[in-house]
């Protein structure tokens, strides 16, 4: 059986109230990286089924570890901080298929 894509990315955009216990992604910038990788993808020509997809999520439950963002069928879990690291996913795994080992956030 194929995949519908071949890699299929999901970025947290959970948003908590101000005064909540554990950090949320969306106080991260998380939204508006998630839309440049979006518009990344889609100006690589890697948009798309068979290809690349990018997509919204809600909490992913990794709070404690930064703005998160997990790619399948990997299952690989990365942070980030900008979109230099968000450039570094895309042209490292997402076009060549090389794990980012500085972005990786541990397997629990």
């Keep these: 059986m194929s995949q519908y894509y071949r890699h299929h990315v999901f970025f947290c955009l ?45 909490c992913l439950d990794r709070c404690e570890d930064g703005p998160t963002v997990v790619v399948y069928p990997e299952g690989v879990w990365y942070t980030y901080v900008d979109e230099t690291d968000i450039d570094e996913i895309v042209d490292s795994h997402l076009v060549n298929g090389k794990i980012v080992e500085r972005l990786l956030i541990d397997a629990p």
């Design 14 to 58: 959970n948003q908590r109230e101000p005064d909540a216990p554990r950090p949320s992604c969306a106080n991260c910038n998380a939204q508006a990286m998630q839309e440049y990788a979006k518009k990344r993808v889609k100006a690589l020509g890697l948009a798309g089924p068979g290809q690349v997809r990018i997509n919204k999520a809600g």
